[in-house]
């Protein structure tokens, strides 16, 4: 009945996903033909979904979903684009590294991979253009930078990470053998996040000099031009604000991750309408039209992707799955490859919202057994994953990059795989190095 029970969920899961259904319809379906199978009455599959909208951390979804698109409507966005630019300077390549360092900014205040490539992309590829790059190459940086969205705190995929791996038990057999394990929690996973992202976005900048040096992408000036960088911080100064009040706030324990995204809402609003004076009844429609969308659609596969996750808990499949792979090697060096590239397998063909939570319940306990550290696990994957958004067929930042260029998805994939493979190589530092992820939460005090 178990051989039976895994091949009817993964056969059904897979089956769908082939002939094009939508990733919740394949995630619910596969779950139900499991009930079915147990003979399981199907009804305790609307309970368990509807529960999973019920915890805390959960809001934190569409407020900072809210927060990001009431940024670009403030004029925060721009304001840290122009930062980016007067930072950059006479550095070859200067405005792509503007484009990296505008979606690190930017990053730090949306948490979503797509919203910070469009956001950035709609000022930046239209200037790299108009400078001489090649538009393919300027949609290719952006959609690459896009992703440290999601790996600079605060992050949308953290806390669906958060959620989903706070409520597994650590295997017995795992205490036994390691110890008790550190802590996890949202504002440590933020914390966590931190130096991996900025490790990935100075790859990028690497990538982008050596590119720019060979087709002569020049620096935006031939020097660095202190007024013209003071201009920036003082018109920006509000937008710079923006991060350090969110993240301050949760790192000193003022507010939880969920309320600072409400904060970030307040904020935002505040220096939209009394400060910028860009904020517009049509732009906070559009805003309010675009979190609507957006929340909507993750509800969706987080409702399908529970129930999916759930069966296969109870049913003891990714303790399973753990047991095999432990049995054909205990290496977690090994593992760590293994893992990688499962990830970067599933990023191509998987939003990523729902990868996390159907490959946390399998991961995990692997992991636990393994020793790993459950932070370093989380940012791991969340660097993994921020990788699918640059890679097709599902790659979500190489269709918004390809809207705002006006360049086809396939000129923009052959420009992006440097950036692919630079963004691969600082991954497996991140993996291999625990301390680049754990290093400042254990200086800021978590356990």
Not at 219 to 244: E, F, I
Request: aromatic fraction near 8%.
């Amino acid at each position: 009945m178990e051989n039976d029970l895994v091949l009817v969920i993964f056969g059904s899961f897979l089956g769908l996903l082939l002939l094009g259904a939508p990733i919740v319809v394949a995630l619910a379906a596969s779950a139900l033909a499991g009930y079915w199978t147990l003979g399981i009455d199907p009804i305790s599959m609307v309970q368990t979904a509807y529960t999973s909208v019920g915890s805390f951390p959960l809001m934190a979804l569409p407020a900072f979903v809210l927060a990001g698109a009431l940024m670009e409507a403030a004029g925060i966005s721009r304001r840290l684009v122009d930062i980016a630019e007067a930072l950059a300077g006479p550095v070859t390549g200067g405005l792509g590294m503007a484009t990296v360092l505008a979606c690190v900014f930017f990053g730090s205040i949306s948490g979503s991979g797509p919203a910070t490539t469009a956001a950035v992309g709609m000022l930046m590829v239209p200037a790299m253009t108009a400078r001489g790059y090649d538009r393919a190459y300027a949609g290719a940086v952006t959609a690459a930078s896009g992703g440290i969205g999601i790996i600079i705190p605060p992050s949308i995929p953290m806390v669906i990470f958060g959620i989903s791996a706070m409520g597994l038990q650590v295997p017995v057999e795992a205490v036994q053998k390691h110890g008790e394990f550190a802590g996890l929690s949202i504002p440590k996973l933020f914390m966590a996040g931190a130096i991996p992202g900025l490790v990935m976005a100075l790859a990028l900048i690497v990538m982008n000099a050596v590119i720019s040096r060979q087709r002569g992408y020049r620096g935006l000036t031939d020097t660095w031009r202190l007024h013209t960088l003071l201009t920036a911080v003082r018109q920006g100064v509000w937008s710079l604000v923006a991060p350090v009040i969110i993240l301050g706030g949760i790192y000193c324990g003022l507010f939880t991750p969920t309320e600072s995204a409400v904060v970030a809402i307040a904020y935002t609003v505040l220096v939209g309408v009394l400060l910028h004076r860009e904020m517009t009844w049509a732009k906070a429609r559009d805003a309010l039209r675009a979190t609507t969308w957006i929340t909507g659609r993750v509800l969706l596969i987080l409702f399908a992707a529970t129930v999916f996750g759930r069966l296969l808990v109870e049913e003891e499949i990714p303790a399973r799955l753990a047991g095999m792979l432990l049995g054909l090697t205990d290496s977690l060096n090994v593992v760590w490859l293994i893992l990688i590239g499962l990830l970067l397998f599933v990023g191509m063909f998987m939003e990523t919202l729902a990868a996390i939570m159907i490959l946390v319940p399998v991961l995990m306990p692997i992991m636990y057994m393994l020793g790993a550290d459950p932070t370093h696990v989380g940012v791991v994957v969340i660097c993994a994953l921020s990788i699918g958004f640059q890679t097709p067929p599902l790659g979500e930042n190489l269709f918004v990059a390809s809207g705002i260029s006006g360049m086809t998805v396939e000129r923009i994939v052959a420009k992006v795989l440097p950036f692919t493979l630079v963004s691969v190589m600082a991954l497996l530092l991140i993996a291999y190095v625990p301390e680049l992820s754990l290093w400042l939460p254990r200086v800021m005090g978590y356990k």
